[in-house]
């Protein structure tokens, strides 16, 4: 649609001022006829231009009225026109299947992120673990090596006390493996084995001078261990934290 300009035409016409002279000769307005009618219309030209130019003024504004007028008619109709192709379908949407692949791609991101964040805190919960485990069995065999030699043996073995309760992390417990390979907590102390350097097994011929000490540290219920015992003469397969000798 294109539209029209309005032409406002508001000009207010000069009419000829013309001083007839009378039959004497004279102008009726007195003096020379031809300069007394000149000095006429200059005076009422003069009086009749400031009402020219409120009228075009009146004129002007009347037009910028009308102009801003039909400027928000035309932008209210083009701002209509859009909202209802909006809702008459004419505005692409999503489809089902892109909802549905963006959900799927969405979730699929989802389970390898929290994947990761589990295998990392699971990572450094163990290495957590496995620093404090060797931490505690360090100061336990320190601990053993400060005690004077203990040869007094009972069922094979001998016990030395274990560190001060309170320089043991709450939910870890200090476990030993005894003559025979198994894992027992001893309230109070750890077990000592005379140990054959010579086979690298028990001695069998009482307290050589020489005494294995086996430490597994426990979390819980979790053993933390460092290394498996591939030892087929004793405690073979067992998880151990760390271990020392007993001289």
């Known amino acids: ?15 000829p001022v013309i001083a007839s002279p009378d039959l004497s000769g004279r102008s009726n307005l007195g003096g020379d006829p031809f300069v007394v009618a000149r000095s006429e219309i200059l005076r ?23 102009g801003g007028r039909n400027a928000g008619r035309m932008k209210k109709v083009t701002l209509s026109s859009q909202v209802r192709k909006a809702f008459q379908g004419h505005s692409r949407g999503f ?7 963006t959900i799927a ?31 505690l069995a360090r100061s336990q065999l320190e601990f ?21 309760s309170s320089s043991i992390p709450t939910g870890y417990t200090i476990w030993s493996v005894n003559r025979t390979g198994g894992v027992v907590n001893v309230v109070n102390n750890v077990i000592g084995i005379p140990w054959n350097s010579g086979n690298n097994t028990p001695s069998t011929s009482g307290d ?28 073979n397969g067992v998880k151990i934290t760390m271990e020392g000798y007993k001289r």
Not at 1 to 15: D, G, I, T
Not at 44 to 66: F, K, Y
Not at 144 to 164: A, E, M
Not at 208 to 235: E, M, R, Y
């Open 44 to 66: 009422l030209r003069s009086e009749q231009a400031p009402q020219s130019r409120r009228g075009q003024g009146d004129c002007h504004a009347s037009l910028a009225m009308t």
């Open 1 to 15: 649609m294109v539209a029209q300009k309005s032409l406002c035409r508001c000009e207010a016409p000069f009419p």
């Open 105 to 135: 791609l969405i979730g699929a991101i989802s389970v390898a992120f929290f994947s990761f964040m589990s295998a990392a805190t699971s990572a450094l919960i163990h290495a957590d673990e496995r620093t404090i485990a060797e931490s």
């Open 95 to 101: 489809t089902l299947v892109e909802v549905l692949i």
């Open 144 to 164: 053993v090596k400060d005690q004077g030699y203990n040869s007094t043996l009972v069922n094979g073995q001998v016990t030395y006390p274990k560190i001060p």
């Open 208 to 235: 050589t001078g020489l005494q294995k000490i086996a430490l597994v540290i426990k979390h819980g219920d979790k053993v933390i261990s460092i290394f498996v015992n591939n030892n087929t003469n004793w405690a």
